[in-house]
């Protein structure tokens, strides 16, 4: 089994989150607890979740971004120069089998300069890495700073803050810059960033929509990369980074569809980062093909196994799509796991807490069986 990150076996980040933490939150919520008893509800909760972690047999383990209400919000509202919209919500647009929802956020506005006003999840990750058992590798999820700009658009951006849109782009990745050093400083040796929006333009209906807000849908994707490529620029020393790509992860629904194929080449050939972590659960993300470009240093997340549903998949299909994979890629190059989180808002997928460690398990040993 590989000893550094990704892991043959590993998984997104996000958890479902525990009866007793959503009662926790909704006392905090309606006045009739304080932050100090939601925090200890947290810390509890996350205990309990990172020793479930490494009794599925997994080597890394995320806090199941616990104290969060959204993989990214939380995250993207911390940033000095961004403030919640008090008037405007951002409406997305989700679909599965039986009907449509909204995940619907309070919009940001880009008010200020971008800048860095404290280490954002600093006592998060402190609190995951003090508590990790020995030999599990603490993993910490955040949004990548291409969020901050696809969630919003231009309009979001105050004009007179930002003349120069260049501007805006470079202290953006300044600001993700120093939070990944400091991050590396507290000892994170395992980050992630998560990233929708380089999924999202492999569908021509989303392409449709940012042409229509005023972006350059054809090539924003080249933007992106360089944003991630600046945000990692100098990255300390033993501090391995993988982004993970989805098509939307809201109570097993999703927002987009379509292949890897109009990204891959640029995405692969020039993200500088160690280990892609890719939804392939279904036909919503075609086929194994774009997995020709990626270079021989890096690693794929082969997202096999639905979050969506708690069905658990078939070991001996699993294996059977990993040798399909394995034709336009190295099998010394694949790992595996979910194909998101389980739980990216805090409502969670339609899955039982049993069937979401069940699928972890299902994730370990058909890794052992195929990489030994």
Not at 69 to 75: P, V
Not at 215 to 233: E, G, P, S, V
Not at 295 to 306: A, F, M, R, W, Y
């Amino acid at each position: 089994m590989r000893t550094e990150p990704p892991f043959r076996a590993d998984h997104v980040g996000s958890l479902l989150r525990p009866e007793s933490l959503l009662r926790a939150r909704d006392a905090f919520r309606q006045g009739d607890s304080t932050a100090a008893e939601l925090r200890a509800a947290e810390d509890e909760a996350i205990r309990e979740v990172v020793r479930a972690q490494r009794d599925a047999g997994l080597q890394s383990a995320t806090d199941g971004e616990f104290r969060r209400a959204s993989w990214h919000m939380d995250f993207i509202y911390r940033l000095g120069g961004v403030t919640q919209a008090t008037d405007e919500l951002i409406t997305v647009r989700f679909r599965n089998e039986q009907e449509e929802l909204e995940f619907a956020p309070p919009a940001l506005r880009v008010a200020e300069p971008i800048r860095l006003t404290e280490t954002i999840f600093a006592d998060d990750f402190t609190f995951l890495r003090d508590n990790a058992p020995e030999g599990i590798t603490p993993k910490l999820t955040i949004p990548s700073p291409n969020m901050v700009h696809y969630r919003g658009g231009p309009a979001s951006i105050d004009q007179a803050v930002y003349p120069d849109l260049e501007e805006f782009w470079n202290d953006l990745a300044a600001a993700y810059n120093e939070e990944v050093h400091r991050l590396a400083a507290l000892g994170c040796r395992y980050l992630q960033f998560d990233d929708t929006s380089l999924a999202y333009l492999n569908d021509p209906a989303q392409r449709a929509e940012i042409a229509a807000r005023g972006d350059d849908a054809d090539h924003l994707h080249l933007r992106y990369i360089k944003q991630i490529n600046a945000a990692l620029a100098n990255r300390p020393e033993g501090l391995r980074v993988t982004t993970h790509m989805c098509r939307g992860n809201f109570r097993s629904s999703w927002a987009a569809e379509g292949g890897y194929d109009f990204v891959a080449e640029a995405l692969f050939g020039e993200l500088a980062v160690d280990g892609f972590f890719l939804e392939f659960d279904d036909e919503r993300s075609g086929g194994f093909e774009p997995l020709r470009f990626v270079p021989k240093d890096k690693h794929v997340v082969l997202g096999l196994i639905t979050t969506k549903r708690g069905q658990l998949e078939s070991k001996d299909e699993l294996k059977r799509r990993i040798e399909e994979a394995s034709k336009f890629i190295d099998l010394d190059q694949l790992c595996l796991s979910p194909q998101c989180g389980f739980s990216s808002t805090v409502e969670g997928n339609v899955l039982t807490h049993e069937e979401q460690f069940a699928k972890l398990r299902l994730i370990v040993e058909t890794a052992q069986e195929v990489w030994g």
